[in-house]
Nanobody, 124 residues
Framework: QVQLKEAGGGLVQAGGSLRLSCAASGDTADSNAMAWFRQGPGQEREFVGGINWNSEIKSYAESVKGRFAISRDNGKETVYLHMNSLKPEDTAVYYC?????????????????WGQGTQVTVSS
């Protein structure tokens, strides 16, 4: 089992920045590709960005391209989501996810492990 713990959420004004972190523990050899998803009120959970184990492959949702960046530090077993130029529509609970497979996938069912989520609220 892999445990994931997110941190870094909060309230920020539109145009601001936040950095989310996701610390992995447990049997981390089982976590290859990792990703961030988000779920707004009354919305389905959606893919935000993903990264493979050696950071060579990164994928982003169109809505965040050019504003968000995903990175990982395998030595610290931590994945980050750097969020810039935040908009009110970015308001959501952000979840960290990990999967046993090597490929970055874009859908939630493809991920085996999930964190509890961290709230991001962007005020206008």
């Amino acid at each position: 089992q892999v445990q994931l713990k997110e941190a870094g959420g909060g309230l920020v004004q539109a145009g601001g920045s936040l950095r989310l972190s996701c610390a992995a523990s447990g049997d981390t050899a089982d976590s290859n590709a990792m990703a961030w998803f988000r779920q707004g009120p009354g919305q389905e959970r959606e893919f935000v960005g993903g990264i493979n184990w050696n950071s060579e492959i990164k994928s982003y949702a169109e809505s965040v391209k050019g504003r968000f960046a995903i990175s990982r530090d395998n030595g610290k077993e931590t994945v980050y989501l750097h969020m810039n130029s935040l908009k009110p529509e970015d308001t959501a609970v952000y979840y960290c996810a990990a999967r046993r497979g090597a490929a970055v996938k874009l859908t939630a069912p493809d991920y085996n492990f999930w964190g509890q989520g961290t709230q991001v609220t962007v005020s206008s």
